[in-house]
C-alpha cells in the first residue's frame, strides 16, 4: 500500500496507528569497492546482489472498496453481530426544497463546538454540533443537554424521515461541516443509551461529502484494520441515508476531512434514545471509539 493511502486511511486524529510492517521478503547485499586511493579517482564501483526470500506470511490482498451510488437497500455484511444494512435514497428532498431548508438550519440553529475527552486528553470536535431530544446525550466522555425546543423546521423533517424510514425517532444529533477541515473520525454509533441494533437516519444538506464505512476486524487481527472490507457512499444534497441491522456492530464509519475546498454540509442524524439504567455509567460504549 503507498504511504499517501496508509496515511489517508489513519488521518482522524484518534485513528488506531497501523502496526508497522516489515517486507523482508527481497534482501539487498551491497560489496561496496574499498574507497578510491586518492582523491579524485573516478565514481566509486558498487556492487548489488538480490536474494529472494520467501515470504514467512502469504501475500493478501486488501480487498477493493465498494462504492454505493443507486438508490436501493444493501445488505453490507452477514454477520458476525447479523446482517448490517444500509437504505440509500438520493434526492429524498427536492433540490429547492433542500436549499431552502439548508439556509434555514444554517443561520437559526444554535451551532456550537463540543469539547470532548479522551485519556489524558481534551478536544474540540473539528464540527459544530446542536441537539434535540427529551434526553441527553453522552459520547466520547461529554453530555449534550437534553432540548426540547425543536426548531418547527425540524420537527417537520423528522416526520417525512419517519414517514418515509417506517420508524420513529426521539432525538436528533445535528452536525454542521464548515468547510472541507471539518470531520467525524472512525466510530459506531454504540453508545448502550441507542440500545441493540439501533436504526440512525442521516440526511444530507449542502455540500457533498464522502461517507466512509469500515468493517470490525475479527479479534486475530488485533484491531489491524488493514484488510478489511470498505464501504464508500456519496451524500449529496438531500440525501436519505438508513442504517440499521448490525451496522453499529460490525462496522465503523467516518465522514473524513478532506484537503480541497469544500462548502458547508449539514447532517441531521435521527436517532431513539433511551433512558440510561439507574446507576449506569452514560455513554457507555459497547466498544471504545472517540468520535
Ligand atoms: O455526517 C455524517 O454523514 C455522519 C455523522 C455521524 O457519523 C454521526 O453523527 O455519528
Redesign the pocket.
Known sequence: MSDKRQRARVQGSWAKQLPRRTVPNIQATQDVAPPAASWGGGPQQTHQTFEFQQPSKPIRAVPPEKVIEQAGDYDISHGPSGVSSLRLQPGFLAPEEADWIFSKLLSELPWSQKTNYRPGQTYDEPRLTCWYGALPYTYSHSTMAANTQWHPLLASVRQAVEQASGRTFNSL?C?LYRDGHDG?GW?S?DEASLGVKPVIA?L?LGDTRV?SLRKQPPPEESGDYTYVERVRVA?SHGTLLLMSGATQDDWQ?Q?AKEYHDRGPRI?L?FRTIHAEPEGHRPGTKLRFTA?
Open positions: 444529533l452536525n467525524i466510530h454509533d442521516s444530507s461517507f451524500l464509519h465522514v447532517n442524524t468520535k
